[in-house]
């Protein structure tokens, strides 16, 4: 097992090689990030209470993260709360 990797760590390209070329043996892709980790602009999962956001990354043995990608958040009165919240100026 990879050391010093638990919830919301923000996983190396280190981590990420190991999940594709150790764990798994395979290309994989890994989702649901801790929201703490991720941009403020994107959606939040509800089933989770919002913990992690909707975002995904693939991936691949020899190289560690070949693509991602991430839904943004589109409803326009919560995005603008998640502007005040980091304290961003929405104009």
């Known amino acids: ?13 280190e981590h990420e090689r190991w999940l594709a070329e150790t764990k798994f ?7 649901n990030y801790p929201k703490a980790i991720k ?3 994107m959606r939040d999962n509800e089933e989770d209470g919002g913990e ?6 693939l991936l ?22 998640k502007i005040a919240d980091v304290g961003l100026d929405k104009e």
């Not at 043996?25 to 989702?31: G, M, R, T």
């Open 1 to 13: 097992q990879f050391p010093d990797v638990s919830f919301g760590t923000d996983l190396a390209t």
């Open 52 to 57: 992690t956001v909707n975002a995904m990354d």
């Open 60 to 81: 691949v043995p020899g190289v560690g993260e070949l693509i991602g990608g991430s839904q943004r958040e589109e409803r326009l009165d919560v995005l603008e709360q």
């Open 39 to 41: 941009a403020f602009y």
């Open 25 to 31: 043996e395979s290309a994989v892709f890994v989702y």
